[in-house]
């Protein structure tokens, strides 16, 4: 098995267990605490944490090498996944950006809310509405993805 392989075999897999992760959160646990009680959701979301910011790491750091087996910058360039690849790499950012506001700014005040009997509503919905982004913006990474190992002269990492 080679290391490219291995390193995209990283990557998806970092990338399944981050957005699937929140897409599990964001459809089945949310909707269940906006309901009832929230401490559930306010538990998982916390205890995910861990596991959610390794996946991330893992992510960028597979994504860093697989952008090298790409080939040379002019081919890759050339063949137009050069931009797309900008665009990807733009809108994780972003997407990593508006994660940690939700992790490190909105779950801690539910966390909060819901340890000292407050009302958790706006802080459900500011998570709710900042995972909707995120995982709005992990369709078009992925998209953009799947455009760049198909543009690129050597058909991408793996192949």
């Avoid at 970092?14 to 009832?36: C, E, F, K, N, S």
């Avoid at 995910?48 to 080939?71: C, D, E, I, K, M």
């Avoid at 890759?76 to 990593?96: N, W, Y």
């Avoid at 909707?132 to 990492?157: D, E, K, M, T, W």
């Amino acid at each position: 098995m080679s290391v490219r392989l291995v390193m995209l075999w990283v990557h998806l897999v970092g990338a399944v267990v981050w957005i699937g992760g929140l897409a599990y959160q964001t459809h089945v646990l949310l909707p269940a605490a906006r309901r009832g009680d929230p401490r559930p959701f306010a538990e998982a979301a916390r205890r995910a944490r861990p596991v959610t910011w390794t996946a991330v790491a893992l992510v960028v750091l597979s994504g860093f090498y697989n952008v090298t087996q790409l080939g040379p910058l002019e081919r890759v360039m050339q063949s137009g996944a050069g931009l797309m690849l900008a665009a990807k790499f733009g809108l994780v950012i972003v997407a990593v950006a508006i994660a940690a506001q939700r992790d490190f700014a909105q779950v801690p005040i539910l966390d909060a809310a819901v340890r000292h009997g407050g009302d958790a509503t706006a802080p459900l919905r500011a998570v709710g509405r900042l995972d909707r982004v995120v995982l709005l913006l992990a369709l078009v990474v992925i998209y953009l993805g799947l455009a760049v190992s198909r543009a690129s002269p050597q058909g991408g990492p793996g192949e």
